[in-house]
């Protein structure tokens, strides 16, 4: 069943990196995820600027010209990822804090404070994602779990 979602993009003009940050199911949604993501990162942009694309996108101008916010409307197949996500127990925790060395700096999602948790399900929108990182102690995400 094929679906309408808004997907928001990081993107660099400078370096023209474009980095996909989640899909929504409306652009309210997808704006509040890109709030939480600065939350996270204690960043605020009262003055960012929201300009609409000849192709119907909403660009989010949030510092200067070069670093924006790019929300598209696209069609996808099946459903959105889940939001709903199940805490690993204690002994998984501490079995992949094993695996991959993590130092007492680094946390996993179930180690975190639940507003961070709250933050990281509206920002990144998607359960499975979330369990892939490795995050500070204030939920910012560090690296990929799998990555050295």
């Known amino acids: 069943m094929e679906q309408q979602v808004y997907t928001t993009y990081w993107q660099n003009r400078l370096s023209n990196v474009k980095k996909e940050h989640g899909s929504y199911e409306n652009e309210e949604e997808a704006i509040k995820g890109i709030k939480a993501w600065w939350e996270l990162h204690k960043e605020a942009y009262p003055h960012a600027e929201y300009k609409r694309t000849n192709s119907g996108a909403l660009e989010i101008i949030y ?4 670093h924006f916010y790019r929300i598209e409307k696209r069609s996808i197949e099946g459903k959105l990822p889940s939001r709903k996500y199940k805490l690993r127990k204690p002994g998984e925790v501490e079995a992949l804090r094993s695996k991959h060395s993590l130092h007492e700096e680094a946390y996993l999602f179930e180690e975190l404070a639940e507003p961070y948790q709250d ?14 990182y490795v995050y500070d102690s204030e939920g910012r995400p560090i690296r990929k779990l799998n990555e050295k």
Do not use: F, G, T, Y
């Open 63 to 66: 510092n200067d010209d070069d």
């Open 119 to 132: 933050r990281l399900v509206q920002a990144m929108a998607d359960s499975k994602k979330l369990k892939n």
